[in-house]
């Protein structure tokens, strides 16, 4: 927590000269009068605004300026920051936050310049996320390790396939009582076993990690049309001032307690939206799509509940859950680029999806294709990948082992021999 203020700190706390007297916090609005009474440990504190503080912790959560930390800067980190730096620039009573975000780059070039001199003079990123004023107080570096030296709150969100590396960075970097929120969309699989990427950081950095999820389409953000996410958590105080954080007139967050099952819906569905991606490329209506929908829905929380079998059951019907599964089936960028590969394949001139990925994006990563493969991973070590039909078929499919029409048939052939549709059930 950054402390600002011309105020004593805790240890000297109350300060020799307090006898009533009146303190200016030197970057706050507040005018505090000062009352020892007689138990010592307990101070009525009278701020411009008529609020009333009974006690030393609250008076400094009151008075606390949180410095925040981007970890990310591709399109959802930038629709995401750009959030953040419109409030933290908006000053009231209860403003928490310092009004400067320093956003990390991944330092590359962009048209002859370095992008993050780029972003900084023009305030916008035009590789990936062209025409978004970001604010002005959004400061690009390209340092990682000067991104979090003195961040309090720190929020990821890079493609989890770079999340290990950047981890490991920040070993002995981090601020002692950060806290941190995951806005990836992923996970690790290690011999071990899975690792999500709020674990990760944990595990890695020692610190909370909460995670923000939600039907949330970058550019539709950048818009300020109306989304919605939850904020999993296991820290309340934490999931809080996240919230408070991130939460705009367009952008309705609510907290969730299901942390697990809020980060395994925004992984699975990616595998989804390629079979939805396939679907389209083959030229099918809705109809066929929402049966993937819904296949997809019953796999995700199957295959949650099978890997942490607390998660429950509501998230799935959470917007991490169905809503995002339907933002992304309709408008993602797993659904583009499976749909184009689909075509590719049934024109008979076949395109890989690192060509397409390149060629449509341009820089941006798709998360879906490694996602299916880490899934894969443990259905097959599990011996789980008959229970998982449409996520075992979109799997083959992706990788050549059968044709995009199967993404249909399969569905065809489980109904023809009156099967469940692997409800994922069998193995609990
Ligand atoms: N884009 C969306 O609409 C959206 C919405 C919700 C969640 N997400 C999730 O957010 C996460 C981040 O996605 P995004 O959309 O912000 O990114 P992106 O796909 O738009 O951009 C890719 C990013 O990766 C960076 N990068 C490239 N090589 C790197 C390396 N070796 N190490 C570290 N970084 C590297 C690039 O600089 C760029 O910032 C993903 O997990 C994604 O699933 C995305
Ligand atoms: O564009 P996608 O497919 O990576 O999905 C984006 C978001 O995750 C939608 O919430």
Same mark, same amino acid.
């Given at each position: 927590?950054?402390?600002?203020?011309?105020?004593?700190?805790?240890?000297?706390?109350?300060?020799?000269?307090? =006898?009533?007297?009146?303190?200016?916090?030197?970057?706050?609005?507040?005018?505090?009068?000062?009352?020892?009474?007689?138990?010592?440990?307990?101070?009525?504190?009278?701020?411009?605004?008529?609020?009333?503080?009974?006690?030393?912790?609250?008076?400094?959560?009151?008075?606390?300026?949180?410095?925040?930390?981007?970890?990310?800067?591709?399109?959802?980190?930038?629709?995401?920051?750009?959030?953040?730096?419109?409030?933290?620039?908006?000053?009231?009573?209860?403003?928490?936050?310092?009004?400067?975000?320093?956003?990390?780059?991944?330092?590359?070039?962009?048209?002859?310049?370095?992008?993050?001199?780029?972003?900084?003079?023009?305030?916008?990123?035009?590789?990936?996320?062209?025409?978004?004023?970001?604010?002005?107080?959004?400061?690009?570096?390209?340092?990682?390790?000067?991104?979090?030296?003195?961040?309090?709150?720190?929020?990821?969100?890079?493609?989890?396939?770079?999340?290990?590396?950047?981890?490991?960075?920040?070993?002995?970097?981090?601020?002692?009582?950060?806290?941190?929120?995951?806005?990836?969309?992923?996970?690790?699989?290690?011999?071990?076993?899975?690792?999500?990427?709020?674990?990760?950081?944990?595990?890695?950095?020692?610190?909370?990690?909460?995670?923000?999820?939600?039907?949330?389409?970058?550019?539709?953000?950048?818009?300020?049309?109306?989304?919605?996410?939850?904020?999993?958590? =296991?820290?309340?105080?934490?999931?809080?001032?996240?919230?408070?954080?991130?939460?705009?007139?367009?952008?309705?967050?609510?907290?969730?307690?299901?942390?697990?099952?809020?980060?395994?819906?925004?992984?699975?569905?990616?595998?989804?939206?390629?079979?939805?991606?396939?679907?389209?490329?083959?030229?099918?209506?809705?109809?066929?799509?929402?049966?993937?929908?819904?296949?997809?829905?019953?796999?995700?929380?199957?295959?949650?509940?099978?890997?942490?079998?607390?998660?429950?059951?509501?998230?799935?019907?959470?917007?991490?859950?169905?809503?995002?599964?339907?933002?992304?089936?309709?408008?993602?960028?797993?659904?583009?680029?499976?749909?184009?590969?689909?075509?590719?394949?049934?024109?008979?001139?076949?395109?890989?999806?690192?060509?397409?990925?390149?060629?449509?994006?341009?820089?941006?990563?798709?998360?879906?294709?490694?996602?299916?493969?880490?899934?894969?991973?443990?259905?097959?070590?599990?011996?789980?990948?008959?229970?998982?039909?449409?996520?075992?078929?979109?799997?083959?499919?992706?990788?050549?082992?059968?044709?995009?029409?199967?993404?249909?048939?399969?569905?065809?052939?489980?109904?023809?021999?009156?099967?469940?549709?692997? =409800?994922?059930?069998?193995?609990?």
């Amino acid at each position: 927590m950054c402390n600002s203020l011309a105020f004593p700190s805790p240890l000297c706390f109350p300060p020799p000269s307090c =006898d009533g007297s009146v303190l200016r916090a030197t970057h706050s609005p507040l005018y505090l009068l000062v009352i020892p009474f007689t138990h010592g440990s307990v101070y009525a504190v009278y701020g411009l605004y008529g609020r009333y503080v009974y006690d030393y912790s609250t008076l400094v959560e009151a008075l606390a300026r949180y410095r925040v930390a981007m970890i990310g800067s591709g399109a959802w980190a930038c629709a995401a920051v750009r959030m953040m730096a419109q409030n933290t620039l908006a000053h009231d009573p209860a403003d928490n936050f310092t009004d400067e975000i320093k956003m990390w780059v991944y330092e590359e070039e962009y048209e002859g310049r370095k992008l993050t001199e780029v972003i900084n003079e023009t305030h916008e990123n035009p590789k990936y996320f062209p025409g978004f004023d970001l604010g002005s107080n959004v400061r690009a570096v390209p340092s990682i390790d000067e991104a979090v030296a003195d961040a309090d709150l720190i929020v990821f969100c890079a493609p989890h396939q770079f999340m290990h590396s950047i981890c490991k960075q920040l070993i002995g970097k981090v601020k002692p009582g950060a806290s941190a929120i995951s806005l990836t969309k992923g996970m690790r699989v290690r011999p071990e076993g899975p690792q999500l990427i709020s674990q990760m950081v944990r595990r890695n950095l020692g610190i909370d990690c909460a995670v923000l999820m939600g039907a949330n389409i970058a550019t539709d953000i950048g818009r300020e049309q109306l989304s919605e996410a939850v904020i999993g958590y =296991d820290n309340l105080d934490s999931a809080e001032r996240f919230k408070k954080l991130f939460e705009r007139p367009y952008f309705r967050v609510s907290l969730l307690p299901d942390p697990v099952g809020a980060e395994m819906c925004g992984t699975l569905k990616n595998i989804v939206a390629l079979g939805a991606g396939v679907v389209d490329g083959l030229g099918l209506g809705p109809n066929s799509k929402a049966t993937i929908i819904r296949q997809g829905l019953v796999e995700m929380r199957a295959f949650s509940k099978a890997l942490y079998p607390s998660v429950r059951d509501d998230t799935f019907l959470d917007c991490c859950g169905v809503g995002d599964l339907v933002a992304t089936c309709y408008g993602g960028r797993n659904r583009l680029v499976a749909e184009a590969w689909t075509r590719a394949q049934m024109s008979g001139t076949p395109r890989t999806f690192e060509e397409l990925e390149a060629e449509l994006l341009r820089g941006q990563k798709l998360q879906g294709v490694l996602t299916s493969n880490e899934v894969q991973e443990i259905l097959r070590a599990r011996c789980w990948e008959s229970n998982y039909p449409l996520f075992t078929t979109i799997n083959r499919i992706i990788n050549g082992h059968l044709p995009p029409k199967f993404v249909v048939d399969y569905v065809v052939s489980e109904l023809m021999r009156g099967s469940q549709m692997g =409800d994922g059930t069998q193995q609990n």
